[in-house]
Structures are given as structure tokens and as C-alpha cells.
């Protein structure tokens, strides 16, 4: 059972870490995002590292989903719910991309408050493993993958985009969203917030996301000014998507937890897909290490140009 954090007794009240609790009658975990932004800033201020991501000091959330459908089913292999050991970063001396990263579709399903839920307004989104509901202990089924972005902003010569936050989303083992497709719309799993550190990097825990009908497996990604304009979706200054291997991606898909996914990708390619078509995904292919049994490292260089205005739509399809 997770024990949530015992607010400090003072004579003005319960507080925590100092300050005083926004909603004294409730938990820690439950004072909202925006005491939660606080806590962040406050315990990078006490560890003082410069551009410590919320990973880190990953927040609670707050309070108990439903989980049912979270839970791995007894078929998976131990391998599909471990951490795994990074391997790969999208280290300082990469290779910078060609070009800007590619506007594209946020998709049906960004729980961005654009469609409909908004898990940007819960207290607990800002942190590095996406493998739990908030407010849960069950991971979902899937082989482990820790994904690096490392954003650099053209605008200012690729300098590090420090202080950015991105929020990232995928589908599960069985191609199903959650917030949105039948059975898990209590959960919130495979969504979460990163800070980008003074390299400009975040790094999610996260699962080789499945294959669904129509699409080349895939994460989304929203790049915000910084932690506090996550509650509006019209203040992101980007949208795109990263792309997976073939390769790898056929090795995860002989997994019975994966049952289904291999058929679905034999029916897409790269050039095909509906959003990675125009190039191939050339500027959003993943480089990735790592193997299905100890988990994958995944990374992408990702230019932000702040020089121009954002240009992402709607794409055909179930993107």
C-alpha cells in the first residue's frame, strides 16, 4: 500500500516542507498541481542542482483510480514489468537532426483538455514513471523502455531548451489509450510531465508502446514554455511524435503480451503511415539499445523553433 507523505504540526496549521497545506482537511498528495509545482521548485532549490528534472523527485498523486485494467495479466514474462537499465541518451554531443522537429497531429487522445479529459490538471502528473495510474501501484503490461528527449530551441543557435516541460503519451501492449478506449477510461497511465534539465533533456520510464490498425507505432509529445502553462493546450510550442524501429520493435511483438501487434504492424510501413509517410520519419526515428528481456533506451533530438508559430493538425485516420 503507498504510504502517502505526514504534513509537518504547526501553530498555523498543517504544512509541508514549509508551507502551510492549501487544503488543510486533505492528504499531502491531494493539494492540487499547483502545490505540487511548489514542492518541485522547493526541493530543487534544497538539493540545488540546476535543472533537476521532476524524475527526481517524483511527486505523489492524488488519489486511488480504478486499476483493474492496469494490472498485468498473468500470461506476461517477468521482462515486461521491470525497470529497465538506460542505455542510450540523447546526450549533448549528438548529431543535431536536419531540421526542426515536425508539427504534427496530438491525435484523438491527448488528455490535454483539447478533446475532452485533461490529465494536466491533476496533481501528480509531473513525474518520470508512466507506467502507473496516478494514484496507483499497478504497472501496465509491456516491456520496459526508458525514453530520452533532449530539446534544443533553433531560435537561440540550439542552445539546451532548459526549463521546458514535456508531456508525453501512448498507447499500452494492446493499443488502448487510456482516459479514452473502452474498459480504462479510469486510468490514466502512459501520461505524464518532465522539466527538461540545463541540458535540455527529459527522460521517461515508460513501455514499448503496442501496434493498432493503421499506424506506425509511436509517442506523442507536447514541448510547453515551462511546468506552469501545462493547464492550457494552446500554450504548447510544439507537437510531434517519436517513432520506433522495425527491428526492435518485431522482437517485442513476439511477446504474448503483445498478442496482435505484430499482425497490425505487417499491415503499416514508415512511408505509408499517415503521419511518418511525408519522410519516413526521418527526423523523429528513435535510436535505440538495449533488448526485450533487460528493457530498451530510446532517444531523440528534438529542435524546437520558437520562431515560428506551431502549425500542428489533425491527421486522417487514428493517428
Known sequence: MTRFPDPDVTPDGPA??????????DEVVDQGIGFDLGTLVSRRGILG????????????????????????????????TGTPTPTATASASAALPAGEIPDETAGPYPGDGSNGPDVLEQSGIIRRDLRT?????????????????????IASGDAPFAGVA??????????????????????????????????????FTTIVPGCYTGRWPHIHFEVY?????????????ATSQLALPQAMLETVYALPAYDG????????SLTSDNVFGEDGGALQMATVTGDASAGYAASLVVRVDTATTPSAGAAPGRP
Do not use: F, K
Open 16 to 25: 509541508y516542507e514549509g508551507r502551510l497545506l492549501a487544503r488543510p482537511d
Open 49 to 80: 542542482i540546476v535543472g533537476l528534472g521532476a524524475g527526481a523527485v517524483a511527486l505523489a498523486a492524488c488519489s486511488p483510480l480504478a486499476t483493474s485494467a492496469a494490472t498485468p495479466s498473468a500470461s506476461a514474462t517477468p521482462t515486461t
Open 133 to 153: 495510474s496516478l494514484g496507483s501501484s499497478a504497472i501496465v503490461e509491456g516491456v520496459p523502455a526508458e525514453v530520452t528527449l533532449r530539446i534544443t530551441d
Open 166 to 203: 514535456v508531456y508525453a503519451w501512448h498507447c499500452d501492449a494492446q493499443g488502448r489509450y487510456s482516459m479514452y478506449s473502452d474498459g480504462v477510461t479510469g486510468e490514466t497511465w502512459l501520461r505524464g510531465v518532465q522539466i527538461a534539465d540545463a541540458n535540455g533533456q527529459v527522460t
Open 225 to 237: 514554455p515551462d511546468a506552469a502553462s501545462i493547464t492550457d493546450a494552446g500554450n504548447a510550442i
Open 261 to 268: 501487434s505484430a499482425r497490425n504492424l505487417t499491415g503499416v
